[in-house]
Nanobody, 126 residues
């Protein structure tokens, strides 16, 4: 599956951004979709993921109650709504796909995902 992320930009602390990721090439609903981010000098980290039907979602503790992941299987897209943004949210954000089906205790990791988009920059600064 090919992934194309968009929607990054610069915003002040407390602001909002919405990232989108368009998928092509495979049956979108066969994939669990995720968002990861990588700040300068740091390892890529998990942000959020959604199961094949968006009935199951997973979030990193650092973004719970602020970020919301959703998917539209009819249009082959996954989105990440980011509210109450903080400077520490500054990073390149990547969408990713895996055919793995997580259980309720799953903590997604980089190695769980085999397909990656090109990344979109999010900068939170006053």
């Amino acid at each position: 599956v090919q992934l194309q992320a968009s929607g990054g930009g610069s915003v002040q602390p407390g602001g909002s951004l919405r990232l989108s990721c368009a998928a092509s090439g495979r049956t979108f609903s066969d994939y669990t979709m995720g968002w990861f981010r990588q700040a300068p000098g740091k390892e890529r980290e998990f942000v959020a993921a959604t199961g094949r039907s968006s009935g199951t979602t997973y979030y990193a503790d650092s973004v719970k109650e602020r970020f919301t992941i959703s998917r539209d299987n009819a249009n082959n897209t996954v989105s990440l709504q980011m509210n109450s943004l903080k400077p520490e949210d500054t990073a390149i954000y990547y969408c990713a796909a895996t055919q793995r089906v997580g259980n309720r205790w799953w903590v997604p990791t980089v190695t769980d995902f085999g397909s990656w988009g090109q990344g979109t920059q999010v900068t939170v600064s006053s």
